[in-house]
């Protein structure tokens, strides 16, 4: 098994008027090819926050990571776009479908942005949207289906490109009991398959206890937990 991320000194802090706000305050973590990693805490500990660094999303205040490694931040905001677009799959509490769409076109929008062939875009589309349950939607709206259904759109979405990391921040926070154990079956089931890294910002530890590794996050800092400590 092999290393895919190395966080070193990561500290993140922000502005409001004149006063600032440490989030993170210096984080070192690894994370592993292939690996399932839970990330939990206390509302305002940084979760989001560390996910969105992660996924190239936000700059950090200093520290560094490395991907494969390579320096992630020394590279332009412009390769980070790209960067982010061909390696991280992103699956947030609220889908973020766009409206006007069908299921197919908004799970196709990654790979046509990269200058995929439409027409190994819509394949890898139609097999996803399969995969989670959905062929037989692939022509609606997010309006025309569920909660779930727009959720596993956008899992679909997150996929398309074959990323080798999937950052999930509270998936089914926004989901009833059945539907968002469901969802995270097929979270699980998906990644068993292709291997792919996975971080979960849950509030669910139960669902926590079922990945391979906890990140428990306290006032910007990593406590030591392991899934059997939930």
């Known amino acids: 098994m092999s290393r895919l991320l190395e966080v070193s000194g990561l500290f993140k802090n922000y502005r409001m008027g004149n006063d600032t706000v440490q989030v993170l305050n210096g984080i070192d973590l690894e994370i592993e090819q292939g690996t399932t990693t839970a990330l939990v805490g206390a509302s305002g500990a940084g979760k989001s926050t560390l996910l969105h660094i992660l996924g190239a999303l936000d700059r950090p205040s200093s520290g560094t990571i ?34 006007e769409f069908t299921a197919l076109e908004n799970v196709m929008m990654p790979a046509l942005i990269a200058r995929k062939e439409t027409g190994l875009a ?25 909660g779930g259904e727009q959720q596993r759109v956008a899992i679909a979405r997150a996929l398309v490109m074959e990323p080798e990391l999937l950052l999930a921040d509270e998936p089914t926070g926004n989901l009833d009991a059945k539907t968002s154990e469901a969802i995270h079956e097929l979270l699980m089931n998906i990644q068993k398959r292709i291997g792919i890294s996975m971080i979960v910002v849950t509030h669910n530890e139960r669902i926590a206890a079922r990945l391979e590794s906890v990140i428990r996050l306290l006032d910007g800092l990593i406590l030591p937990c392991t899934p059997e400590e939930l």
């Open 66 to 99: 490395s991907y494969k490694g390579q320096n992630l931040f020394s590279k332009t905001d412009r390769e980070l776009a790209d960067f982010r677009n061909r390696n991280i799959g992103f699956v947030f509490q609220f889908h973020h479908l766009l409206p």
């Open 122 to 146: 819509d394949q890898g589309a139609r097999s996803l949207l399969e995969e989670v349950g959905l062929g037989h939607r692939l022509n609606h709206r997010p309006g025309e289906l569920s």
